[in-house]
Structures are given as structure tokens and as C-alpha cells.
């Protein structure tokens, strides 16, 4: 994980650069909906339900690879764990194939336009998660749990105004080995989760 915030630390830096050339601009969105995470130790099997996911991401958009670099921020503000049960800070990527709004073009060599459609996209990130489990079970069991996972998102872009975009999408995400607990049930948990997201994109106009 700390190679990979170093890349991405990298990545901040040479797009100092390619911003001089035109090649890079960045926006913000910022998504609601709601989650499901099946969480698992050796002793306990739990269904955490997100009442309201919250899910944040700056992005850095570089047209000349029809993709975005993004810093992700996921909480679960209410769920039937209780308030943030579930915390997430990731780094990834989204590929656009028919490429994303707002970018670029220039017409007949003179006038420059920015082009804004529909923009499907699928994506993929690595992050840090932690998971606050209340009540693991009929005994009163409980734990906290930090976990390395990799996600993977499905959505499509719909402008509905001038730098103003509709982003729908969903979201799941898997950890990557038993990662580390602590807590009444004495274990290291591991888990699954899925998600389904509403949000707006503010992209500069200018």
C-alpha cells in the first residue's frame, strides 16, 4: 500500500507538467446510496447493511489515455452496525473507452471545444478499509478489523448542466487476505461488499 501512495504522489507531481500542456484537468464527485458488506472470522458471519454509503473521489482526468486517476474516500454513515462500522481510503483508476466529459478537442486546427456525453466507465482500486462490528452474533461478539481490498466499479456519466455531471454506478470490493482484528471475538475478519451509488461530478468550466 505504501509503494502505491508513493506512485500516486509521483503521478501528483508530473501532472504539474502535463496541466502547463493542457493534457490533464481534475474534478470531484461525490456519490449516496447504499451497501452491503458480508463480513466473516473464524467465528462469526455477519451482513453489515450501509443506510447510507457515502463515496468521495478527486480525480485527475489525462485524456490522452481516456483515464482517471483517483483518490477515494468510502463511509458508511449509518448502517445496521451503527454509525462509520465501515471506513475506506483507496488509490485507482477508472478507464472511460469513448473517453470522459469534458475533455478537449480541437476543430478545423483553430477553435478548441469541450466535448459532453454520456461516458460509460469501469474501474479499479486498492485501498485500506476498516470495519467496526458491534454485535458479530446472538452471543453479543465483537470486533474491529483493519484489511487491505481491491474494488471494482461499473457506471456511466449524464451531463445535466455546464461542468455539472450525473454519475451512476456500483461498486464492489473484496479484501485481500484475513487482515488484522481485535475485539471480544479474538479473530481476523475478512469480507465482501457491494454497493450501489447516485452522485454528482463538478468538473471546471473553463
Known sequence: MIEII????????????????????SNYDVNFGFGSIDAKTVVTSTTITGLL????????????????????????????????AFT?????????????????????NKAEARVWRAAPFVGIEFGTST???????????????????????????IPIGAGVILLGHILGAVSLGGGTGSGGSGTQASYTSFGVLVGLRITPND
Do not use: H, W
Open 88 to 108: 475506506r481510503f483507496g488509490l485507482g483508476t477508472r478507464y472511460y473507452p469513448f473517453n470522459a466529459n469534458s475533455y478537449r478537442v480541437i476543430i478545423d
Open 53 to 84: 454509503f457515502l463515496d468521495v473521489n478527486y480525480n485527475l482526468f489525462l485524456a490522452t489515455c481516456k483515464c482517471t486517476f483517483s483518490l477515494t474516500m468510502q463511509e458508511f454513515v449509518s448502517s445496521s452496525q451503527g454509525s462509520l
Open 6 to 25: 508513493q506512485k500516486f504522489l509521483l503521478l501528483i507531481v508530473l501532472s504539474l507538467a502535463l496541466s502547463a500542456r493542457g493534457e490533464l484537468s
Open 131 to 157: 470495519l467496526s462490528v458491534s454485535k458479530a452474533d446472538s452471543l453479543g461478539r465483537f470486533y474491529n478489523s483493519f484489511s487491505n481490498d481491491v474494488a471494482f466499479r461499473l457506471g456511466n456519466e
